[in-house]
C-alpha cells in the first residue's frame, strides 16, 4: 500500500478532501490496534463523525479499488 496505492495522486486527492487519516503502526502502537480489534494488516478502519466504526477493509488494494472501497465508506456515512 504504501508503494502503489497510497502515493497515487488520486487516492491522495480524495483522502484529503473527504478523511483524516490516522496511521498506527504494529508493534508501536498496539493498545489502538487492540482498541479497533485489528488482527491483520493492513486493515482500515473509517469512522463517523462521533468515532463510531462504519466501514472496514482489510488486505492490499489497488488505487482503483482502494478509491471504490472509499467512495462506499462515505456513502455510508452520508446515509447515516
Request: charged content about 20%.
Amino acid at each position: 500500500m504504501e508503494t502503489g496505492t497510497f502515493p497515487n495522486a488520486d487516492v491522495q486527492a480524495h483522502i484529503k478532501q473527504y478523511f483524516i487519516p490516522v496511521k498506527y503502526e504494529s508493534g508501536q502502537d498496539s493498545e489502538q490496534l487492540q482498541r479497533f480489534s485489528i488482527v491483520a494488516t493492513p486493515t482500515f478502519v473509517i469512522l463517523d463523525g462521533i468515532g463510531d466504526e462504519v466501514y472496514r477493509m482489510i488486505g492490499y488494494y489497488s488505487p482503483e479499488d482502494f478509491m471504490g472501497q472509499l467512495i462506499s465508506a462515505r456513502q455510508i456515512v452520508t446515509k447515516l
